[in-house]
């Protein structure tokens, strides 16, 4: 394994971080799901990413009872408010939820502070000076070490860093969704990250397991896989169009480049993420702890010019980047009416 800051005062993360917003409390028993966070620690991974929005907290639970009489100074616990604790709505990051939310994630992880407190998807309807003010309060007590925030666009992270500045609790994250498959953070996200010293810690990297090969053009699912066996996992992995022939048949291009350069597609896929520089860490799912090990060893793959130009050629036709599509907008646009299909875009170099 490898270790990186997070942004530029952030805490040191491990290059693969272990996650699990489908996993525990949903597709896994809680057997499975705690030997799957020990497999994450036998494999180097000191970072772990939760939400309280996860299984209803059930997720947070879990990973605090599998973290247990584990040196706390030894792993970074992540976790996000904004959408769970059964009010989802107006008012998601408003003091007074962040404060009951925070205390409700304390009590479930079994912790006295929260490394890496995240804002999860932006709230218009509270104003940003409350937001920000109810972490720097959070900080001050103690609860938490840092923040960042998780699906945010360019403005919205620009205020919101502006805002921590001046309260003395600098932004150092961001959470986007970033594969192969799905870069709509390269064009204004990145670049305004960049400028503000926050990092990347990226969600989906294997693109909700697409990027495994698990699909097939014309065939269904796999039983067992995330897209029919975890409770919102086909709704996610249908939100951005992963499962179309189109697609599917651009990853099995990919796929072949992977047999050739001697990889595994998931390795190739989660290299291809750590290879651009704005990514601290890439947060990984797993629904066996075998998953763990064989994933993390893209952690020293190097990938050259020429594999990732010839990647970039095998899914141009499905690669979507459109800015207008980080969640925030995306929900933001949504609730304001129909919602187009996310359309793909011609391939540029990449802003990371």
Not at 127 to 143: I, N, Q, S, Y
Not at 238 to 263: C, I, M, N
Request: glycine share 10%; charged share 20%; with cysteine.
């Amino acid at each position: 394994m490898e270790y990186r800051r997070l942004g530029s005062s952030g805490p040191v993360v491990s290059r693969v971080a272990f996650g699990n917003s489908l996993t525990a409390g949903n597709q896994l028993d809680d057997r499975t799901a705690t030997a799957c966070v020990r497999a994450a620690l036998d494999a180097g991974i000191t970072t772990f990413d939760t939400a309280d929005a996860y299984s209803g907290g059930r997720a947070e639970e879990l990973l605090g009872q599998a973290l247990a009489g584990v040196d706390r100074d030894s792993v970074v616990i992540c976790t996000k408010v904004g959408r769970g604790g059964g009010k989802p709505g107006p008012g998601a990051l408003s003091a007074a939820r962040i404060a009951e939310s925070l205390d409700g994630s304390l009590r479930r992880l079994g912790t006295g502070h929260i490394d890496l407190y995240q804002a999860h998807l932006y709230d218009d309807a509270t104003p940003l000076e409350e937001t920000m003010r109810a972490f720097a309060d959070a900080v001050a007590a103690g609860k938490v070490r840092h923040v960042g925030v998780s699906e945010w666009a360019a403005d919205e992270i620009g205020r919101a860093a502006v805002l921590a500045r001046e309260l003395g609790v600098p932004l150092v994250s961001n959470q986007p969704q970033y594969s192969m498959l799905w870069r709509v953070i390269e064009a204004e996200v990145v670049p305004a990250c960049e400028r503000l010293g926050i990092g990347q810690m990226v969600w989906s990297p294997l693109a909700g397991g697409v990027l495994t090969g698990k699909y097939r053009p014309g065939v269904r699912p796999p039983a067992g896989s995330r897209a029919v066996a975890a409770q919102g996992g086909e709704t996610s992995i249908k939100r951005y169009d992963f499962l179309s022939d189109e697609v599917l048949t651009a990853v099995g291009r990919v796929a072949a480049l992977a047999d050739e350069a001697g990889l595994p597609l998931p390795q190739l896929a989660l290299a291809w993420v750590l290879s651009h520089a704005q990514v601290a860490t890439a947060v990984i799912g797993a629904s066996a702890p075998e998953q763990i090990a064989r994933n993390t060893a893209a952690v020293t793959r190097t990938l050259d010019a020429e594999l990732l130009r010839r990647i970039d050629a095998a899914l141009g036709p499905v690669v979507v980047q459109d800015p207008a599509l980080t969640l925030s907008r995306m929900l933001r646009a949504r609730a304001a009416g129909p919602v187009p299909t996310p359309s793909p875009a011609p391939l540029r170099e990449a802003a990371l």
